[in-house]
Antibody
Framework: EVQLVETGGSLVQPGKSLKLTCATS????????MHWVRQSPEKQLEWVAQ??????????YYAESVKGRFTISRDDSKSSVYLQMNSLKEEDTAIYYC?????WGQGTLVTVSS | DIRMTQSPASLSASLGETVNIECLAS??????LAWYQQKPGKSPQLLIY???SLQNGVPSRFSGSGSGTQYSLKINSLQSEDVATYFC?????????FGSGTKLEIK
């Protein structure tokens, strides 16, 4: 059974940093292209970032709204994908999902507020 | 960026009815389109990929069609468990983009 479990969400002040972790199981993680997608309080879905597999040189892609502030990475030995979020803004407040698109985690809530 | 215009924003239909949800891309996305269902408090679930391919385990009353810039999701014989918000997504080009969602309710 495919499982994606996100952790690391919390309440954080604007300008601060936070790192999300997505632990996975039930599929060949090393071959998978992993995504982070977020859902705003208004329920709009926004794709955030993607990291491809080793065979694709771990290529990464980002939404313009997070480029230069967020970094996606992976550890194939731990079947985990990460999202390092720096210089957080109030508009980054959302539920963050780890996703294969065919499978989604339950999400972790990030709230950016002073 | 490719803009995905989804309509209607909300929809109310009776049990057993057929409903259609539309998604218009701002440019040709060559059938690189997915449909998701999201029930309240849950994560999105993939229904359709490549515009018309049914994801494993999804009931056959769901179907997708379209090409170029125009796509649609059809739900036949509406069931109570179909109450949800439906999103389209294009994956033809970065950044990947979603429609704004269609909230489906039972009349």
């Amino acid at each position: 059974e495919v499982q994606l479990v996100e952790t690391g969400g919390s309440l954080v002040q604007p300008g601060k940093s936070l790192k999300l972790t997505c632990a996975t199981s039930g599929f060949t993680f090393s071959n998978a292209w992993m995504h982070w997608v977020r859902q705003s309080p208004e329920k709009q879905l926004e794709w955030v970032a993607q990291i491809k597999a080793k065979s694709n040189n771990y290529a990464t892609y980002y939404a313009e709204s997070v480029k230069g502030r967020f970094t996606i990475s992976r550890d194939d030995s731990k079947s985990s994908v990460y999202l390092q979020m720096n210089s957080l803004k109030e508009e980054d407040t959302a539920i963050y999902y780890c996703s294969l698109f065919a499978y989604w985690g339950q999400g972790t809530l990030v709230t950016v507020s002073s | 960026d490719i803009r995905m215009t989804q309509s209607p924003a909300s929809l109310s239909a009776s049990l057993g009815e057929t409903v259609n949800i539309e998604c218009l891309a701002s440019e040709d996305i060559y059938s690189d389109l997915a449909w998701y269902q999201q029930k309240p408090g849950k994560s999105p679930q993939l229904l359709i990929y490549n515009a018309n391919s049914l994801q494993n385990g999804v009931p056959s009353r769901f179907s997708g069609s379209g090409s170029g810039t125009q796509y649609s999701l059809k739900i036949n014989s509406l069931q109570s468990e179909d109450v949800a918000t439906y999103f389209c997504q294009q994956y033809n080009n970065y950044p990947l983009t979603f429609g704004s969602g269609t909230k489906l309710e039972i009349k």
